[in-house]
């Protein structure tokens, strides 16, 4: 919950919550095009972005895992902008936007904190300009890892061990990079001692080292998606 509710405030925000949806592994949450309705809290499970170029591939825009918001891009044309699929067994809290909407203009803490959410997603945003725009193949693939370990950390887990829900091809397509490239790079921090990769396991040895490739690029803006949290979600 964001922080300065009053009990009352409390109870209009858990009210948010409509229903749980649970997405098997490889469906979609919504389809781009889909009208917008609802944003969503990532309660279980880790799903993916995407978006289809110009000559008809897919482009992996973003990941969301536990604690994390998704829906944003259709508030501003009423419709869904993405593909969201399922990356394993995920299950989603729905929230209404008329209801968010409500909430945000009659809470004043709550609308600052979906003021938050909406400016972290644009701090985001210019993450990913530079990964794409700047960065070598050694440097975007140690900043990702690095998002990602400091992503499962805030939600509890373990930094320095994790499993990867997406495939290399998946990891590639989000880093602008080539299959060949993801597993090379890898194979390199691997033999360098800064990971351990076993199939989708993933162990960071040295940080240090990673961030060390990264040099230039401030962390605190890589590129990782919306997070809902402080503002934690449990009602059924």
Partial sequence: MPLGLTLKDMETVEE????RRRIRRG????????YFNNLYVVRLGFLKSTVMSSDGREQVTNFFMAGEMIGLDGISSNVYSCDVVAL??????VLP???????????????KHFQKLLS???????????LLGSMHAEERLAAFL??????FENRGYSRSEFVLRMTRAEIGSYLGLKLETVSRVLSRF??????????????????EGLR???????LDHSPSPVTASPMKIQKA
């Fill in 16 to 19: 948010l919550v409509s229903a």
């Fill in 27 to 34: 469906e979609a949450l919504y389809r781009a095009g889909d």
């Fill in 88 to 93: 394993e067994d995920t299950e989603v809290c």
């Fill in 97 to 111: 936007f008329d209801r968010v909407e409500q909430a945000t203009t009659t809470i004043q803490t709550m609308g």
């Fill in 120 to 130: 972290r997603e644009i701090v985001r945003q210019h993450g990913v300009m530079l």
């Fill in 146 to 151: 690095l998002s990602l370990s400091q992503r």
């Fill in 190 to 207: 691997s033999h360098d001692g800064l990971i351990e990769v076993n199939q989708k396991h993933v162990r960071i040895f040295d940080p």
């Fill in 212 to 218: 060390a490739i990264v040099s230039a690029v401030d």
